[in-house]
């Protein structure tokens, strides 16, 4: 099958961006170290007993997130179990991500955020539309992001699930309203999350630039997989 895409494949953020690549929160042998473009997908599998280190690079760009059993891809992450479980609205360290099923499927072993959103959703061309105007229908967002990088583990459109958004601030108003607000993160800022078993990991480096959240500035996240390797005494 041909992925179509839209997806940028150079880098296209300011000239000057003050940008902090960082190292991973997790202690180990690095056995995967990626960096991905603005606006662009990546994927993984993240092995049980692994640590998933997301820098955020250029600061308050969010990494949208979708989780799955990187064995049974029709178990994936739940807001709903999630917040269910903690007794509450945001993640952050200590919160395990949990699957449909209940299962946990990582956890927040390290966070350098106040606290991490699930609950905004992702963008999509639709809802650029409905917020910034139909000249904005053309911009590619974090859905065709999902799909794109979706399809090349045998997944599409109903497999896209509410996900989570490392390093966007989306606070909870005391009347239930929610609102997208400037960050609270900066260059370099990390977070960890441990597999609890072999997790397929999708992140769509969020493309939006309609908002000032990012200071209209999509930035690069770098991607560290680290392994605790364990020596005979």
């Known amino acids: 099958m041909t992925i179509i895409t839209t997806v940028p494949e150079r880098p296209v953020y300011a000239p000057g961006s003050p940008l902090e690549w960082g190292a991973p929160l997790s202690a180990g042998e690095i056995v995967r170290d990626d960096r991905v473009a603005p606006r662009a997908p990546w994927s993984a599998i993240v092995s049980a007993g692994d640590v998933l280190t997301i820098v955020d690079v250029g600061g308050n760009q969010s990494a949208d997130c979708l989780l799955f059993d990187a064995h049974r891809t029709d178990e994936r992450y739940s807001v709903p179990d999630t917040l269910a479980w903690q007794g509450n609205a945001y993640v952050r360290e200590g919160t395990v991500l949990r699957s449909n099923l209940g299962g946990a499927l990582m956890t927040v072993v390290g966070n350098e955020v106040e606290r991490q959103d699930t609950i905004g959703g992702a963008c999509s061309r639709e809802s650029n539309t409905l917020r910034y105007g139909p000249h904005t229908a053309y911009h590619h967002a974090c859905r065709e992001n999902f ?4 399809g090349r583990h045998g997944m599409g459109v109903r ?7 490392w390093f966007m601030n989306v606070p909870v108003e005391p009347d239930g309203s929610l609102g997208i607000v400037d960050g609270m993160s900066a260059p370099g800022r990390r977070v ?3 597999a609890e078993r072999d997790v397929l990991v999708i992140v769509s480096n969020c493309p939006q630039m309609n ?7 999509c930035t690069p996240l770098r991607m560290i997989v680290t392994r605790v390797i364990e020596t005979p005494e």
């Open 147 to 150: 799909l794109a990088e979706a």
């Open 159 to 165: 497999d896209l699930v509410s996900n989570l958004n």
């Open 192 to 194: 960890a999350l441990r």
């Open 211 to 217: 908002n000032p959240c990012n200071d209209f500035n």
